[in-house]
């Protein structure tokens, strides 16, 4: 069970929706910080610890610079990714380069900022080489395959587009070896929205006797294992959060068993976490503009589903609440929705909720990461802004609210219809 809470009292609220007209993302640094400890205490025990926040999961740089502030590195997909990361401080192999069909760029923008490169696949050592030269460190994906099929907790691999095989493996870092790397990591993301203890220790026993067969066959030592990512969080108050600690001791145990023997007791252990990092610490909020009764009851928000496109892509729960109405009952059934012309572009369907007024401020839980963030403008819907909700008390912009006329940027070339017309004051 956890308590689904809000950082701001009703009354502070309305000042800040004054000051910034809803719709937007707001993030609790506070909660931010906490998150990243509670995951560094658990692995407190390690050599060793690097987190690489998934910058793909909050690619802010304001929420990338807090966490960098906690001793905190990157992970990143995409070029706009790693300048972010740079832009907020965090330098050299503090970033790591994980993406897949990785474009020519983008491994040079990594080689430039000396980020550790992890490759997904065998075929892109040559690519890497001709095109960016080799890294300092060099690290691979893992993608178990078959071994594991059939296995609920990491999902089916063989259907993952992601890392090299059992095979490919120990061939990719013989390569490298010839080449003349010297430094090495291993890697895979294999599990996802994980809230089991055993998910984590799978993947990492997995992991360490890969490492110690690497190491048994070619020699070579690693200087971290990265787990990857799939932190899960409780996006239903009946839904308990990761046992951290549990899975902290876990994985310390199977390193004792099996890495220190193997010879590997200096790896660090690394991990890519996004969404337990940012995702219960931030919230979408909104105002009510409309009630509509036809078949069903419909609440109609100023945000749709280009705020938040989890519950439309996934079907994901996220919790709601009514900033003033949290201690009502619950005893009305709303479809609350947005206003994209697509059927399910609704935030909650037959949702238990307070009776709700024209003007309320809803709230919408677990939206700090994988939200912004997978914003789109489809129907002309423009991307909201994000604030920063700061241990003192404040409220910062983080990101303004796109504009008409940003929307129209890329419309206004010469001879456009577009040119000389700007609408924004
Ligand atoms: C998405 C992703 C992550 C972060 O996953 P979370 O579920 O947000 O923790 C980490 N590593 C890789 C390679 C990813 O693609």
């Avoid at 395959?145 to 063989?158: A, F, H, R, S, W």
Wanted: proline share 5%; net charge negative.
């Amino acid at each position: 069970m956890v308590t689904k809470t809000f950082p701001l009292s009703p009354e502070r609220l309305q000042e800040v929706v004054k000051q910034f007209p809803t719709p937007f993302h707001i993030y609790d640094e506070h909660q931010i910080r906490e998150n990243i400890r509670n995951l560094q205490k658990a692995f407190a025990w390690a050599p060793e610890f690097r987190e690489h926040f998934a910058v793909k999961a909050t690619p802010n740089p304001r929420i990338v610079e807090i966490l960098r502030e906690e001793g905190a590195g990157t992970d990143c997909s995409s070029l706009p990714e790693l300048l972010i990361s740079d832009a907020a401080g965090v330098k050299g192999e503090k970033i790591m380069l994980t993406s897949n069909d990785t474009p020519a760029d983008e491994f040079q923008a990594a080689i430039r900022l000396g980020a550790i490169i992890n490759l997904d696949d065998i075929s892109h050592i040559e690519y890497l080489e001709k095109n960016a030269g080799l890294p300092k460190v060099l690290s691979f994906r893992y993608n178990p395959g078959n071994l594991v099929e059939g296995n609920d907790i990491i999902g089916k691999p063989t259907e993952a587009k992601y890392g090299l095989t059992r095979d490919q493996i120990f061939e990719a870092y013989k390569i490298a070896i010839d080449k003349g790397v010297k430094r090495f990591g291993l890697h895979t993301m294999v599990i996802s929205s994980e809230l089991r203890t055993e998910g984590f220790i799978y993947t990492a026993r997995l992991m360490f006797e890969l490492a110690a067969e690497i190491k048994k066959r070619l020699g070579i030592t690693f200087e971290f294992v990265n787990l990857g990512g799939g932190i899960g969080i409780p996006y239903r108050p009946e839904q308990d959060p990761v046992d951290l600690e549990a899975v902290g001791a876990g994985i310390h145990k199977l390193y004792d068993e099996i890495m220190v023997p193997a010879g590997l007791g200096n790896t660090a252990i690394a991990m890519e976490s996004g969404r337990a990092m940012t995702g219960p610490a931030g919230w979408l909020v909104s105002t009510v503009l409309h009630e509509k009764k036809t078949y069903k009851d419909y609440i109609g928000l100023d945000s749709c589903m280009a705020n938040l496109m989890r519950p439309a892509m996934y079907g994901a729960y996220h919790h709601i609440t009514i900033s003033g109405k949290e201690n009502e009952p619950c005893d009305h059934v709303y479809d609350v929705t947005g206003s994209l012309c697509e059927n399910n572009d609704k935030f909650a369907i037959d949702r238990k909720l307070p009776k709700i007024d024209i003007g309320d401020l809803l709230i919408i839980h677990d939206t700090g990461a994988h939200g912004h963030a997978m914003g789109f403008n489809y129907n002309g819907k423009l991307w909201s802004a994000e604030i920063l909700l700061r241990e003192d008390g404040s409220v910062e912009l983080i990101r303004r609210a796109e504009t008409i006329d940003d929307y129209f940027a890329t419309l206004r070339y010469p001879g456009s219809p577009l040119e000389h017309t700007f609408y924004n004051k």
